[in-house]
């Protein structure tokens, strides 16, 4: 089903775009896990799409894809599971949004 944010068993999936990013997702994992939410890192070597997909379908609330742009920049590009993108966002400033969420029981 499709839980809210503060109640789900899977809010937030990371996706690294190639195995090269994998550490930059696993940083981004750690500063996420660190502020006490959730997350996981889909580390398999599917392809975007199907990791996208994946994420999707296992129903997580934000997935959060990484590759050479957001490594560069400190960000991360959000997509909801109805595969609506929200744009690149400091992680900081996701991470704030994120909490903000788990507080209002959103």
């Known amino acids: 089903g499709e839980w809210p944010f503060w109640l789900s068993p899977r809010p937030l999936l990371i996706v690294p775009v190639s195995e090269k990013y994998a550490d930059y997702a696993e ?17 398999s070597d599917h392809t975007l799409g199907k990791k996208i997909a994946n994420g999707r379908v296992a ?7 990484v590759g050479d742009k957001e ?29 903000q969420l788990k507080k209002e029981f959103k």
Not at 59 to 65: D, R, T
Not at 76 to 90: E, I
């Open 27 to 43: 940083s981004v994992r750690k500063q996420i896990f660190d502020a006490g939410l959730d997350v996981e890192v889909d580390e």
């Open 71 to 99: 490594q560069e920049e400190g960000t991360v590009n959000v997509r909801t599971r109805d595969n609506v993108v929200h744009g690149t966002k400091k992680v900081e400033d996701f991470i704030i949004e994120c909490v």
């Open 59 to 65: 129903g997580y609330n934000f997935i959060l894809v």
